[in-house]
Structure formats: C-alpha cells, structure tokens
C-alpha cells in the first residue's frame, strides 16, 4: 500500500499544448494518504480516467511527477509500479477457466504454486464464484465477467493501490449494492489503497471517505460526503451533488445582506469577495421552507418522489428548487425562506463565503 | 389481417433455384454423366459403370500427384499462417502506415493469377531475372526448369509472396477488433509479450485463422494456373499437381471419362478434408 503524490500533474493528449483548452488534465497537485479510499466524480470527460491511467502508468503525463511512498514513479512501467486496475467493461481471458484467470496476475510474477492456490481460492470465495473455479471464463454473464476482473484486481495482496474505472457500469443494481459494500468492507479489512472512478454520486458517497471531484481536467474539490453537501467549495459541486442540486442565484452583496432581484437576504456573516465578475449565492433545497413567511414565489411544478416532494418554484426570474416534506401541505399563497445555516456565497463560481 | 395459405412463396426462390441449377447442378451432372461413360468420338457413349473410378483410384500417376498436392499444400499453410500472423503482429494500428501497409498487402492478391505466373517465370530466369541471375551470380546453380527442387522451390516462394498478404489482411483484421482494455489489463497484470499473443490474440485471432487455413488450403489444393504458366508441370511430372494432371488428362489426352471421373474424386478430397480442417478446428475451439 502506498501514500500518492500527485505533483503538479498535467495532462494533453495532443502535441504541443498552447492554452488551458489543450489539456485534458490542467493541474493536479494533491497528496492521497496511505490506505484511503478515495472516489474520483465528474462527469464524461472531465478527466477522471486520465488521472486513473497517470496513476496506473497506461498515460505518462505531459508534465509533473507522480510519487508512491515519496519515490519518484513517474518514468516506471506499469508493471513496475505494481498497482491493480479493474475497467469499465469486462477484460477476461476467455480461453481460460476462472481459476486460471483469477491466477495469471500471479503466476507471470512467479508466485510459488501454493501460495496462488491459497490466494486464488479466498478471492474467489470474496467475489461469490468458488463454485464457477474450473468453468471456461467464456460462458458467463457480464456481471460474474466483471467479477473477475474485480478478482484479478484483488487477488494480489502487495499492491501499491487498485484502481477502479467505473467498474459497476455493466452490474445490475442489486449486484451493485452487494459488491459496493464487499469493496468496502475489504478496505476496512485490508486497508487498500484504493480509487474509484465514477460519475454516479451515489457510489461515489457511498464508497469512499473522500471523494474528490473534478470538473474540466481540475480537481473542485475533495473532501468527505458531509462537507461536499455542506459546503460546496465550486458551484459545480453544488449542482452536481445532491438531487436536485444546489440552486445557485446572481446576487449583489452590501455588507451582510445579499439582494436576489428586489429582496434583500441576510447572511450569517458579511462576506467580502475583492472584485469578483459574478457574484452568486447558493442554497441547497434542503434548506429552504416554504410556507407564508419569506419572499412570495409562484410554484411552477410539484414531483412527488415518495420520500418527499420536490417543487419548483419562481422568485421572479430565478428558479428555485425546494425540498417539502411528504405529508405538509403547500400554501395556497406561496412563501419562501432561506436557512441562514445553508447559505454559501459564490464569486466567480469558487466560495468566498457563507455560514 | 386474414393469412394466406399456398406455396406461391416458392416463386420467390425460383430464380434462385436456377442460377444455382445452371451454375453448379447442371455442369456438376454433366461430369457425371461422363464419368461412367466410354466415348469414342461421334458423339456415341456406352455404359461404363465405376471402371473409371477403378481406374483411377488404382493409377500410380493420380496416387503421386496427389501426394505432391498434398505436399505442397502442407508447406505452403506451414509457411504462409505463422509468417502471416508475424506480419499482422508487426503492422501499425494507426497512423500513416496503416493505409500504406494495407495497399502495400493487397497488391499481389490484385494481380491475375497467370501474371504472377509470367512475373515469376521471368522473374526466376537466369538470364534476365532478378532472382535467377542474383542467384547464379552468387555461385548457386539455379535452374527451376531442370532442377525439381528448384521448380518446387520457386512455386513455394511464388505462392508465399502471392498469398501470405490474405493470411495477414485476415489476421490483421482480427487484431485491430481487440479493445484497448485488454492490453492494458494485460500490462497491469505483467503479462510477457508471449502471454499477450497466448490469451489475447491468438483467442481472438481464432475465428479468422479458420477461415485463412480453409481458403489457403482449398485453394493451394485446387491451384493450376501459376505452376502451369512458371513450371508447366515439370521438370518431368515433379510440379504436377492434381489440377493440372487433370488437365491434361481431359483436354491433352481427351480422356473424357477418366477426367470427369477424377474430377469427382477430386472435389470429394477437397470436401472432405475442408471438412476434417473445419471440424477439428471448431472442436478445439469449442473444447477451449
């Protein structure tokens, strides 16, 4: 197991990068303990895969440095790093049996018979196939495929770190649950460093301890699933965490009210950005009441989720999602009033401020 | 919606039924017919029964030209498949060498099969070819027209460079259909580059590999036109395969009766052993 440093990492795909478009990795600089398990959550594109294949050693990055444990791997071989991938979608050896398949990570590292056999079989009891251990690897189906692949992943117990791409993509949902939480519960056990590439937050909080999450080849931000709801660090991470997601409005600030179109709202403590091009406050459905006190809004749609209701509401111009609990009523003359506890203020899409 | 019930469907296949009756039936009948005739001109035949397939089936002269053609078939899929694959392994997968690569591979399958014979011909003479002259001037005594191991040797090279671009194209195909995902997974698992090409792409390959042996064999089996034109069969009977015998059996000889009746022999070895070809193939495939 190993610490990760990721040093001023950036990454093109193409020849000579000119500007920040060119990258598909602009910066990353962060540290990964020892023994984490971290979630790495964007959408398509954003980069997550290429920061996994950096770290897995598929991709040398254009510029920057990679440690494990403090050395220097940036220049060494994927095998020579020593780390675990799992893929999206099933890679398997077809002509082999699942045995044989769950063993081949091993035997071309030249593990004694015994030791792969003891290996090898405790794997395959964690991953639920011990009664599929002499069948052909061709015949199942994609979830017991995919299963594999998460065995090879786990069958080597020296690994620097595994690495997850989107692996559940192809599970059904039951599965997803069963095997989430078997991830899990062998990180507690084992204390893998492991990453997890997803673009599902659901997984992704569910998963790790940290999740760290990237928008445009940047990381937005990383932190544990409580202060991504809490406290958004960027508005991306505000809309993109949470269902709905955070509601994100241009206001001008005076001193510590902030002013939504004609009404003025008050902040829990003065925030001052220097002189920011758009100034935006964001407030998460959760933490707004509706009822007779407050801004009047009309109320543009109501979905009934089961759990609670969603209604979408207008303040003037500006859509605003809120949260109402299943069994209260909505008022006929629509009123709407914001937690000081959840407010965040925005300048430039990064927060300055808030409670 | 009422269905109709009647057989106007088999109108449909009609047209079918003819081109194959005409292309393949028919011809195939008339062989046939001759195969258990005697004719001795005027257009008179008498019954034979199976004295032709005795006949051949017992001749040293079919035995020893079948045994060349098999020979011949064997050494060129012993040559053809391994340096086929070798050759697709070591073909760009992007890039400007792609289509340079592929152009450069289907040449010689666009060339008339009686040219490449003429190419080879001229190609191997020891006064004017490039490979006979090169040869001799190296102190080797070439001669393909009197020498039949030099004949044998330059109807092997002659179908190697004619051929081996169809056992590439085939596996190279089945090479660039391989995702990503599974070299990769084979890097993070510290796979060898011989354990790439084991589980990897050799698996993969497979299914093309069947349909290149099949081709090569079938075709190396029925081959004429290139020896004929290069060797004419000999020196002696030494290049003189089954499809060439055959030849001049039935139009040098006009032994109608014979011919057809090898003929049909012939196509039943080449079924046959396509079939065998196919089956273990398929089986081991199916076992794996």
New interface residues.
Partial sequence: MARIDLNHIRHAYGPNPKSDKDYALREVHHSWEDGGAYALLGPSGCGKTTLL?II???IHPSHGQLLFNGQDVTNL???ERN???V???P?I????TVYDNLA??LR??GVPEAEIDRKVRETLEMIDLASWTNK?ARGLTADQKQKI?LG?GLVRSDVNAILFDEPLTVIDPHMKWVLRSQLKQLHQRFGYTMVYVTHDQTEALTFAQKVVVMYDGEIVQIGTPEELFERPKHTFVGYFIGSPGMNVMPVQLAGDTAQVGSHKIALPSPAMPADAKKIELGIRPEYIRLGREGMPVTIAKVEDIGRHKIVRTKLENQDIAVIVAEGESIPADPHIAFDPKGINIYADSWRVGGN | MEKTWNNKAWFMVLPMLLLVAFSAVIPLMTVVNYSVQDTFGNNQFFWAGTEWFTEILQSERFHSALFRNLVFSFIILAIEIPLGIIIALNMPRKGLGVPVCLVLMALPLLIPWNVVGTIWQVFGRVDIGLLGHTLESLGINYNYVQNPLHAWFTVILMDVWHWTSLVVLLCYAGLVSI?D??Y??A??????RW?VFR??QL?KMNRVLLIAVLLRFMDSFMIYTEPFVVTGGGPGNSTTFLSIDLVKIAIGQFDLGPAAAMSIVYFLIILLLSWVFYTIMTNYDAE?
């Fill in positions: 294949n897995s050693g598929l071989s994927t095998q780390i675990a991938q893929f999206q979608f890679v050896y077809d002509t082999m081949f990570p071309n590292r052909k692949s090879r | 995702p995902a599974f990769q997974a890097k993070i698992d510290g796979a060898s354990a589980y990897i698996p794996r």
